[in-house]
């Protein structure tokens, strides 16, 4: 969707591949890891007293601790699938990745922490996804 929507490619010109890397990425590994990771968040990070400390301590445990392994975990993977070194990908993109990742996931976690129940956090974080 994001090569149509986002970077309008043009059907004749859509990656079928990345397509495939991306669900493959999504079904299989972040969209267990995130609904697990956020659970977590819901039963371990709770300041029952001041809600607003809950929903900033679990932003910045989400974005040093889970934002931080997924990255590397997703560019270490496609460019495992993409046949690729991943030493090479973590290099040339990681920090620079990290960078763009904080100047937008604070806001739209904290945001989906306080006002979007459990069971639709992952859906949240793949809606904005699409157009990142």
């Not at 970077?7 to 697990?36: C, D, I, Q, S």
């Not at 990255?71 to 991943?86: V, Y």
Request: aromatic share 12%; glycine share 6%.
């Amino acid at each position: 969707m994001a090569q149509q929507a986002v970077e309008r490619v043009g059907p004749e010109k859509h990656n079928f591949a990345r397509t495939g890397r991306m669900a493959l990425y999504g079904g299989a590994v972040f969209g267990p890891a995130a609904t697990t990771w956020f659970a977590f968040l819901a039963r371990r990070i709770n300041f029952p007293k001041s809600p607003n400390l809950t929903i900033a301590a679990r932003v910045a445990t989400d974005q040093t601790v889970f934002a931080s392994t997924n990255l590397f975990c997703f560019l270490s993977s496609m460019a495992l699938m993409e046949g690729t070194d991943p030493k090479e990908k973590l290099k040339s993109s990681y920090w620079t990745a990290l960078e763009k990742n904080w100047m937008l996931w604070p806001a739209v976690q904290a945001i989906n922490f306080k006002f979007v129940p459990l069971e639709h956090r992952v859906l949240v974080v793949n809606v904005i996804s699409l157009g990142e």
